[in-house]
């Protein structure tokens, strides 16, 4: 069965401290690969999509993600964390197989700042 | 709008009775996802539409849920006979076809069953 993995539930981060997040997908191709944010009381808001191409994607608010085939993983980074990254973290797979197009989501992993 | 909007934005209902929420999506966006969301795990994919036809309700749990959107836009999310285990968050997304899988998501319903 198609699944995406995230090993951390909760990560905690000093401000200015270097974040990555863990994703890891199964699948029997490679699906499109995504991050999405929930920070409190919003909706979940897109940070990156890897569709194909440059393994090295960039995305809004100074968040990469590099997705590496031989790992089955798509791990997000950032250098400098901000207080105001505090928030829930996302990825999402989507398998372009027989006409499907629903996300399949990781369990989330929540981030805390320390300032 | 300028988003995806859903109302309520919380309901409360008493166990067995009938829900009905609601998904504004944004503008000349065709497609449109609904997806649950449990506490303490992401979303999980229910239904979604291209245009007024359900392409895909492999998502739905069980016969009580039912989602429609009649004129291609506005969709409604019905359950039937509510369960305690039906409280959740039911997301919105909608997305400019199916094919451009970048979809934005509305704050969501939350769904208390008592």
């Known amino acids: 069965a198609q699944s995406v993995t995230q090993p951390d539930i909760h990560i905690t981060v000093s401000e200015g401290a270097s974040l990555e997040l863990r994703c890891n997908y199964s699948y029997g191709a490679t699906p499109y690969l995504f991050w999405y944010v929930q920070s409190p009381g919003q909706g979940l808001q897109l940070l990156l999509k890897y569709f194909s191409g440059d393994t090295l994607v960039q995305g809004i608010k100074g968040f990469e993600a590099e997705f590496k085939r031989s790992q089955s993983s798509f791990n997000l980074r950032k250098p400098s964390v901000h207080w105001s990254d505090a928030a829930e973290y996302f990825c999402a797979a989507e398998y372009d197989g027989a006409g499907s197009y629903q996300l399949t989501f990781g369990k989330g992993t929540k981030l805390s700042v320390i300032p | 709008g300028a988003g995806v909007s859903q109302t309520p934005s919380n309901k409360v209902t008493e166990k067995g009775k009938y829900v009905e929420l609601r998904c504004d999506p944004i503008?000349?966006?065709?497609?449109l996802y609904w997806y649950r969301q449990s506490l303490g795990q992401g979303p999980e994919f229910l239904i979604y539409f291209q245009g007024t036809g359900a392409a895909d309700d492999s998502g739905l749990p069980n016969d009580r849920f039912f989602a429609v959107r009649p004129e291609g836009s506005v969709s409604t999310l019905k359950i039937q006979r509510t369960e305690r285990g039906d409280s959740a968050v039911y997301l919105c997304a909608s997305s400019l076809d199916v094919m451009n899988t970048e979809a934005f998501f509305g704050q969501g319903t939350r769904l208390t069953v008592v």
């Open positions: 503008s000349g966006h065709t497609a």
